[in-house]
């Protein structure tokens, strides 16, 4: 089964990776769609071209990946580099040559940024994530955070909240040290290869790291925030999870987030549009998108430096 | 209710495979709870908040599980329940249904010690509580099958004592009693046991309860313990010679994490002391707690070792040793944390002895040793000289000191620590007698003691109490609280509990017995 | 320091077993530890002391071992079918051998002295019953055990001299052992019945099944009996109460036999008739097998496992196979059971036959996990057959991996059971039986289930630790 020109598209991130003399990696996960591969520190995301890109990702056409993953067992040796991958066991190898890159970070700059309207954005989605009545991970306390509601006292939810509160207010005032006790009590929290507490983070880092500059009510900019939570993140979470965190830190976010995030900029009348895009992050994972969500809008107050 | 866990190395699934697990196996009946997460820092600190931290488990690990560990927690109401859902669970995420239902065997409970070993051939300890007369024979099958032995049950006749001991000497295994109340082995907790952190110091116990008190202060104080070996009551006996003592002596010695050794016993035999001492005399500090034996006597012999009179004393010498806070014990300092002087104010002139009503044997033995000193003859059920005996029928006989722990109150029902009920009767008497001028009481907490004996102790509390001053009396009640914060009754709340109830409540047995006889002995100066 | 002191404790996992009061054995759970519990209760008969010398002595386990490797390794074979006198040792024609322990005719339950009157007309020792009767009370007629000439009977068990009985030939420990031909159901010998059609049936066993069985099966030269055991235990039968299975695997092993050294076509129409017809005819072949393989463990010194189980209707015995020829005997138990319409407890003898020897080589009930088929008459669910199995296992020395059971995963059968864990377990050993009616000559009533009275392996325990004792 040897086959190539199957990459439909790889993300900027990943490509030095291919660039460098062919070295071996391991299969580290596999999923339905998607595999996940270690290579010195890092990880490569093969997913079939129904899932939206990642920071990471390697798209493969859904065909070849429903061929492909049942074959692959955790620990199966890869090799990667000079445009190609190869993974012998199966027989399996691609070719980058001709395939076009996505990139990751959002092009906030090219717009024209309005507190105000963000702002309306920001109480309409909160709305709109409460009244989901998310079930699961740390979504339920997008109510208790920002409407006043009632908290489920959850041993989840004891653990989480006063760290989400610190984080806003710490990345307030600025205040690192209360950042890292906040990263430190969220990061790795919760079930899953990317537990909710680093969703969270995850959500809350892209903020501070694409939009603190032009939304911040004090407009200092807040991109070593970010930086700080990934580095106190990453030795306490999961291999993946800490390296999608770092991304995140530099603005480097999946598809979807990345479309919600540009979607701030609207006029507010289009709201619905918004709607629409954090429907999609919503969509990822059991509550992978809605903990994204929350620290999206955790990330949002807390520039609007209205946090108690 | 059990914790069982199941630890995949570097092994991922999205939360929605997970979650979808969890609530497989918690739909399953006779689960209370199950975690499914990646084993980070913080998920078992939330697996903890929980109740659902798998300590011995673990513990067990080689290392430590990580971020890149999948670690299944369930909360069951028993075993089999907890594997059911383990199983399930297991099975859930591998989704291949190949395996064969092998583990029926297992359900199948086993009757007799050799069929359990069948069902684990790891096993390495056996915990024994079957009647006297039986459990020598299980004994002597735990030993012969190369088990550890913990024999809660008492009345194995002494020479049945002596041929299992040899026979554990003989296959290098420890036989912890006839008639041991608690241990501590590699963090578990047998018997009677308190919740504390596993640290640097051992203790040997020819005592149940003095062993409990000790590692209840050494808790306080922010230290912890290594291992806590129990040899029961009669080791030190001259019939016995010692030979668990010095056994469990000599694997502390041999433990790297032991750095302070305590050994405790009611007055041994003097030859059997004189042994002891002898063979403590080892390159790591030993402290020894005799109870009752005048240090004085053993002071020729003591060489190295440290001799402390009571368990308080026992309790600061070690922690001193080890490094630790002496301080931090409550011990003299806390002495005056109540007004007693006020207290002692308010007696009426009728009130002049104190009734002390034990459930802990050795907590009775010194508060009676503390109290003689001090008040004289202290009357018992377990008394200090035969002659302070008291006579059939008669309950309190001026100072009194009872031992409701002891066969004669326990045949027939539970014991005190278990079912408070004898205590609570004793107490109302101790109230309704004008001449009681301070009940003194012990509450024992930790693994198989009553759930909450706050909830029982503060009601009869209030009402002693109101009932004397109805009477025009004052009562005092001192609580002498063996403890500790991770207790499943908490320390904590039961001395707030109780103290909302008027008592004075000390956590060293010493100090309660020294504020005891602090409120008698001026008011037997005024009188 | 001492150089036998133990390093390991402290550093290996703790791995616990309760024994006693679930107080304990509920905060270790809680505390996570991998915890067994015992569910405890004392050993019967107050036997803590004997019990101590024997679970502690290392000849008693070798010779255990010993007696469960030559059950295994007994290779049984049907190589003959010939008249009683010719081929059991001892046998002539004024004895006559009933199942179970010794006993006098006093003592004789209803099916058994139905039996022997059946038994002695048919010999022709005795015109009628008045004089038959007479007959085995006047003392000139002995009775014997079928197990003291190696042989075994169902239900009453009786062995005359003239009866064919099927020979077994076991080459690895040498010997011989024999059982009569199955009867069938209704009105038969076995179970006491003696009218005229009752000894016309046993008449034509003698001269035409059993001189046709015998000219078919040496034709074969000798038929292996464990493979085709093993056969029926993966196709739902226990061979005790269930053999449909191995009766038919027997029929296709046998059937071209009998043609080819039959005397005519309807003669051998009607032993094929007779063995399709009969659903228990491979039963007395299978007694007899495990006849030859309990023997084959009997007689070891010092060894505590059981190679005998019988019923006379009146006591129960064992025997051990390091007590000798000693009988271990309490009083036959009334089967637990489900009945034919009609009747009920009431009509039921006390337990009898010598097909108890099933159990004693680990099939029958010990292997009730493979026959969910006939769990109804123990009034059970497929689980029941399955814990009746399981718990075999506790009281036995080993699995006898050549008989596997599907349910369990294809585990072997329970074989050897060991009196020490008998008594100390309080767990006696699980036996599926039929049910004969009090009277002499009813049949059967019933099927059910029963255990032995607890005294005989008690006894035997007391025994077994004198003489290890001296």
Request: net charge negative.
């Amino acid at each position: 089964m040897a086959v190539s020109l199957i990459v439909v598209d790889y993300s900027r991130p990943t490509h030095p990776i291919f660039l460098q003399e062919p070295r071996i990696g391991n299969v580290h996960s596999i999923f339905n769609k998607a595999t996940n591969i270690t290579l010195d520190g890092t990880m490569l995301a093969l997913l079939s071209d129904e899932l939206p890109r990642m920071p990471n990702s390697v798209r493969l056409r859904s065909d070849v990946t429903y061929k492909l993953l049942p074959n692959l067992k955790p620990g199966m040796e890869v090799c990667v580099g000079n445009y190609s991958l190869v993974i012998p066991t199966c027989n399996f190898s691609l070719q980058l040559s001709d395939t076009p890159l996505w990139e990751p970070r959002p092009d906030v700059n090219s717009y024209q940024w309005n507190r105000e309207t963000v702002a309306q954005h920001t109480r309409m989605l909160t709305q709109f994530l409460a009244n989901k009545q998310p079930q699961g991970g740390l979504t339920p306390l997008v109510g208790p955070l920002f409407l006043d509601q009632s908290l489920q006292e959850t041993p989840l939810s004891r653990m989480a909240m006063p760290n989400l509160r610190l984080l806003a207010q710490a990345s307030w005032w600025q205040n690192l040290e209360g950042i890292e006790e906040a990263t430190r009590g969220l990061a790795g929290l919760g079930p899953g290869l990317t537990p909710s507490g680093d969703d969270v983070l995850g959500g809350f880092a892209a903020i501070m790291a694409l939009l603190s500059t032009q939304l911040s009510a004090d407009s200092i900019p807040r991109k070593h925030i970010a930086s700080k939570i990934a580095s106190v993140a990453k030795p306490r979470t999961t291999k993946l999870s800490g390296l999608l965190l770092e991304f995140a830190s530099r603005g480097e976010v999946s598809e979807q987030l990345g479309t919600l995030l540009l979607t701030l900029m609207l006029p507010a009348e289009e709201f619905e549009t918004v709607l629409k895009a954090a429907d999609h992050v919503l969509a990822f994972g059991a509550s992978s998108g809605g903990d994204t969500l929350l620290g999206i809008l955790l990330g949002l107050r807390a520039l609007e430096g209205k946090i108690d | 209710m059990v914790i069982r866990a199941l630890l995949k190395p570097n092994t991922y699934y999205d939360s929605i495979t997970l979650m979808s697990v969890a609530q497989a196996a918690k739909d399953l009946p006779g689960v209370e709870d199950i975690g499914a997460v990646m084993a980070t820092e913080v998920n078992l600190e939330l697996l903890l908040n929980a109740t659902l931290m798998p300590i011995a488990f673990l513990a067990e690990q080689q290392a430590p599980p990580g971020s890149e560990d999948l670690l299944i927690v369930v909360r069951a109401i028993d075993e089999a329940h907890a594997q059911a859902a383990l199983a399930v669970a297991e099975e859930r995420l591998t989704s291949r249904g190949d395996r064969g239902n092998l583990s029926t065997g297992e359900m199948l409970p086993a009757r007799s010690l050799e069929m359990a070993l069948k069902r684990d051939e790891a096993a390495n300890l056996a915990v024994i509580s079957v009647t006297g007369e039986h459990a020598g024979l299980e004994a002597e099958q735990a030993l012969r099958n190369g088990m550890h032995v913990f024999l809660f049950s008492d009345n194995v006749p002494v020479e049945q004592e002596k041929r299992l001991k040899a026979l554990a000497i003989s296959k290098g295994l420890l036989l912890m009693g006839p008639d041991c109340g608690t241990a501590i082995i590699n963090g578990i907790g047998l018997g009677f046991s308190n919740v504390v952190s596993r640290g640097s110091i051992g203790i040997v116990g020819a005592s149940g309860t003095g062993m409990q008190q000790l590692i209840c202060l050494i808790a306080a104080a922010g230290m912890g313990i290594s291992q806590a070996i129990g040899t029961g009551g009669r080791d030190l006996s001259e019939a016995i010679g010692g030979v668990m003592m010095r056994r469990g002596l000599e694997l502390l010695a041999g433990d790297e994490q032991t750095e302070v050794i305590i050994l405790v016993s009611k007055p041994p035999a003097e030859r059997v002391a004189r042994e002891i001492l002898a063979a403590a005399q080892i390159m790591k500090p030993v402290v020894v707690v005799f109870l009752g034996a005048d240090p004085e006597r053993f002071a020729s012999v003591a060489g190295n070792a440290h001799m402390a009179r009571t368990l308080t004393g026992g309790a600061e010498l070690a922690v001193s040793l080890a490094g630790g806070d002496r301080r931090r014990i409550p011990g003299k300092d806390a002495l005056y944390k109540y007004d007693l002087p006020k207290e002692r104010a308010k007696l009426a002139s009728s009130q002049r002895y104190i009734r002390a009503l034990y459930s802990g044997g050795t907590l009775c033995d010194e508060a009676m040793l503390l109290l003689s000193e001090r008040l004289g003859p202290i009357a018992s059920n377990i008394p200090l000289r035969p002659e302070w005996t008291l006579a059939v029928g008669e309950t309190f006989r001026g100072h009194t000191a009872l031992d409701l722990g002891s066969d004669e109150f326990t045949r027939g029902r539970p014991h005190p620590m278990i079912d408070p009920t004898i205590s609570l009767q004793y107490l109302a008497s101790a109230a309704d007698d004008p001449q009681t001028a301070v009940i003194l009481l012990d509450i024992v907490l930790g693994f198989c003691a009553q759930q909450n004996p706050a909830s029982v102790y503060s009601p009869a509390i209030i009402q002693a109490r109101e009932k004397a001053k109805v009477a025009g009396r004052s009562l005092p009640v001192i609580i002498s609280l063996c403890g500790t914060e991770g207790d499943p009754q908490r320390l904590s709340m039961q001395r707030t509990a109780l103290e909302a109830a008027g008592a004075m409540v000390y956590e060293s047995n010493e100090m309660a017995a020294r504020a005891a006889a602090l409120l008698v002995s001026d008011s037997i100066h005024q009188a | 320091m001492s150089d036998t002191l133990d390093p390991g404790l402290f550093n290996t996992p703790l791995h616990i077993i309760n024994v006693g009061a679930d107080l304990f054995a509920d905060p270790l759970a809680f505390q996570g530890t991998l915890l067994t519990r015992v569910a405890w209760q004392p050993a019967a008969g107050n036997t803590d002391a004997a019990l101590s010398l024997l679970l502690g002595e290392e000849r008693v386990d070798r010779a255990n071992q010993e007696a469960v490797q030559r059950m295994i390794t007994a290779r049984p074979r049907l190589v003959d079918v010939r008249p009683a006198h010719e081929v059991i040792p001892g046998m002539h024609k004024q004895l006559l051998l009933h199942a179970g322990p010794p006993i006098t005719w006093e003592r004789m339950s209803g099916p058994l002295r139905g039996a022997i009157i059946g038994a002695l007309l048919y010999e022709g020792l005795a015109s009628d019953h008045a004089t038959a009767e007479q007959l085995a009370v006047s003392g000139e007629i002995a009775f014997a055990p079928c197990h003291h000439h190696n042989a075994v009977g169902p239900m009453a068990g009786l062995i005359s001299a003239s009866m064919p009985v099927l020979v077994i030939e076991e080459p690895i420990h040498g010997h011989q052992t024999f059982s009569t031909l199955n009867e069938g159901l209704g009105k038969v010998l076995r179970y006491g019945a003696n009218s005229p059609e009752v000894l016309a049936k046993l008449v034509w066993i003698e001269q035409v099944l059993g001189q046709a069985l015998a000219r078919a099966v040496r034709a074969t030269g000798g038929l292996e009996v464990k493979p085709i055991t093993a056969q029926a235990l993966q196709m739902g039968d226990e061979l005790h109460n269930r053999n449909k299975a191995a009766t038919s695997l027997f029929f296709r092993e046998i059937a071209a036999y009998l043609v080819e050294t039959g005397n005519s076509i309807e003669e051998t129409a009607s032993v094929l008739r007779y063995i399709h017809g009969n659903d228990f005819f491979y039963l007395n072949l299978s007694m007899a097998a495990c006849k030859a393989v309990t023997l084959a463990a009997h007689g070891i010194p010092f060894s505590s496992v059981v190679t005998t189980m019988a019923r006379n209707g009146t006591d129960f015995g064992i025997r051990v196979s390091g007590l000798g020829e000693s009988w271990y005997v309490g009083p036959a138990q009334k089967v637990k059971g489900l009945y034919f319409s009609g009747y009920s407890e009431e009509d039921a003898n006390p337990d009898i036959g010598d097909s108890t020897i099933s159990e004693t080589a680990g099939i029958g009930a010990f292997a009730m996990a493979t026959a969910p088929a006939i769990v109804q008459f123990i009034g059970g669910t497929p689980a029941d057959a399955l814990q009746y199995t399981l718990e075999m296992y506790d009281i036995t020395v080993t699995e006898d991996s050549q008989y596997q059971l599907p349910p369990l995963s294809f585990r072997g059968t329970p074989i050897g059971i060991d009196i020490r864990q008998v008594v100390r377990q309080n767990l006696l050993p699980i036996i599926n039986t039929g049910i004969a009616h009090r009277l002499p000559g009813v049949g059967q009533v019933g099927a059910g289930i029963v255990r032995p009275p607890m005294e005989c392996f008690v006894a035997a325990l007391r025994e077994l630790a004198r003489n290890i004792q001296n």
